[in-house]
């Protein structure tokens, strides 16, 4: 009897199979966080096409779907793909093919690494990026001298960890054509003594950068491959690529089409009229992996190199207020343009007289609630009585949490105790709106999204300092912190509806973590590794 019906059941058992759904992956006995408005977690999902077509549970799918590939996650726990809200990936990915300045603990150990440098580059200028003299013995601005004794014939510029100041040698002035004493309207020329120190800041170290040679070909593609492959190992699958040129958009496009540049990008074009045009001219540049419909403008400088624009003196400088990039007329009309032509303002703002000021400004074109999103970058030093500007105009702040915990140790110096009370206020700023788009700011930050997470929750640096953490009434919690990094950052950027979280219809883009960041304890946050990135589907890193 047995014998008999054996035939049949196989036919059965085939019959079956065959009704269920093809697909391409399923990942399965995972501990998912979907971040989806009620925050579900599951343990199984579904990918077909790039995109996730179910979410459930693993014995329900299994029985559903006949997939090609399947990821056994064995417990650990999944997320949507990270999302920087700010970062500076092009200028990340030049920046590795230069010299690495992150972590001197000195004026000469920099000399010593710029030399190194020489050695192995002889041609060229020699660039580097990201001393901050906050760190040193001594904590002041250095002088050109020993650059200049060292290469009297070949030009040098060193850039400051921000962005925002910069030492360049007497060869690299001299092709500049900048003199002791030369003005200019947003930056500074340091001149003592009637000579050059060769410090630049902010609007002046761009006398220098613009004589620089332009980077070729094989250059400008290595940056962008070079800064992907990094993201990827942290778990990062969109980044806002914060101020391009608009001539870099058809590079972006033509990588991505060859399938060479996979992450996301959601690029600002920087307050320049020729990028102006360009994007007023094309409209909305959206693709799967691209999205230009941004503009970033700069307000002000940054804090550390004493360029942020404050309402009263810094506590460490009297008679020194800071400055405003351009004059205030240009933010208004700039403003009005972008409003007009419908795409979306982004401005850097660092001291509470900027942030003031674009806040104005912003209220004046916005007028009340809306939903253009136009945001501020960073919302770094907030005056008490402007944070309800945000809400009321629904402005949003886009903020770094590592930025509050690498400044703290000298913020109080530049600020003095009672103006720190309303910097770096995370959740006060949260509250305005009732979400927020976080990011790192790479990189004047590490990339690492776990760093960002972390400085947000826990509000310690990398030795776990302050013990009880810095201003800890502006501390995220966990939920808040990671929506942040996903659903927040992708609504910042007008994308939510198909990225940011785990749900039926949006992009496959996640990741795998070796511990669960909603669980494990503060100190172990930093030390937390991705195990593989997925972007469409496709696994585009594996940690060896």
Not at 242 to 260: A, H, M, R, S, T
Not at 502 to 523: H, P, S, W, Y
């Amino acid at each position: 009897m047995t014998k008999r019906l054996l035939p049949f059941l196989l036919i059965f058992i085939i019959a079956c199979k065959s009704k269920k759904q093809s697909a391409d992956l399923l990942v399965k006995n995972a501990h998912v966080y979907t971040v989806n408005n009620n925050f579900d977690t599951v343990n199984a999902f579904v990918v077909s096409g790039g995109k996730i077509i179910a979410v459930g549970k693993t014995d329900s799918l299994e029985n559903i779907y006949e997939a090609k590939q399947i990821v056994d996650a064995a417990g650990k726990a999944v997320y949507p793909g990270f999302i920087d809200a700010h970062a500076h990936f092009f200028s990340y990915g030049l920046s590795l093919q230069t010299v690495n300045l992150v972590g001197t603990s000195s004026w000469n150990a920099i000399i010593d690494s710029v030399v190194v440098f020489s050695k192995n580059n002889p041609d060229g200028w020699l660039i580097g990026r990201g001393w901050d003299q906050n760190h040193w013995p001594v904590k002041q601005f250095p002088d050109k001298s020993k650059l200049d004794s060292l290469f009297p014939d070949r030009p040098v510029m060193l850039t400051r960890i921000d962005g925002h100041a910069a030492i360049a040698n007497q060869a690299a002035l001299n092709i500049a054509g900048i003199k002791p004493g030369q003005t200019l309207v947003g930056g500074t020329i340091e001149t003592v003594k009637g000579k050059l120190t060769g410090m630049l800041v902010d609007n002046a170290t761009g006398l220098v950068s613009h004589k620089m040679p332009v980077p070729s070909e094989e250059q400008l593609q290595n940056a962008f491959t070079n800064a992907q492959a990094n993201c990827f190992a942290v778990g990062l699958t969109t980044v806002d690529d914060c101020g391009l040129d608009y001539q870099l958009v058809p590079l972006i496009k033509q990588l991505q089409n060859e399938n060479k540049l996979k992450m996301r990008l959601y690029v600002m074009l920087s307050d320049k009229p020729e990028n102006y045009t360009f994007l007023f001219k094309r409209g909305i540049i959206k693709t799967p992996r691209l999205n230009v419909r941004a503009f970033k403008v700069y307000a002000d400088g940054a804090l550390g190199s004493r360029g942020a624009c404050l309402l009263q003196d810094y506590n460490d400088q009297p008679k020194w207020k800071g400055f405003l990039l351009s004059d205030p007329k240009h933010f208004a009309e700039v403003a009005q343009k972008i409003a007009d032509k419908g795409f979306q303002m982004c401005t850097h703002a660092i001291g509470d007289s900027a942030n003031r000021m674009m806040l104005h400004v912003y209220a004046n074109v916005l007028k009340g609630k809306n939903d253009k999103r136009w945001r501020i970058e960073h919302a770094q030093t907030i005056a008490p009585e402007d944070f309800k500007l945000f809400g009321d105009n629904n402005i949003i702040p886009s903020v770094q949490p590592t930025h509050a915990t690498s400044d703290m140790n000298w913020a109080v110096k530049r600020l003095g105790a009672s103006r720190l009370k309303s910097a770096y206020a995370n959740k006060k700023l949260l509250e305005q709106n009732g979400w927020l788009p976080l990011g790192t700011d790479f990189p004047v930050e590490n990339i690492n999204p776990m760093y960002t997470f972390y400085a947000a929750v826990a509000r310690q640096d990398l030795k776990g300092l302050p013990r009880n953490g810095f201003q800890m009434e502006n501390a995220l919690n966990r939920k808040q912190a990671l929506m942040g990094m996903t659903i927040w950052a992708a609504r910042a950027n007008f994308e939510e509806k198909e990225k940011g979280s785990i749900e039926v219809g949006k992009f496959a883009d996640f990741v795998i973590l070796d511990q669960d960041i909603m669980t494990a304890k503060n100190a172990d946050l930093p030390k937390v590794k991705v195990l593989k990135t997925y972007v469409n589907g496709e696994k585009v890193y594996e940690k060896n």
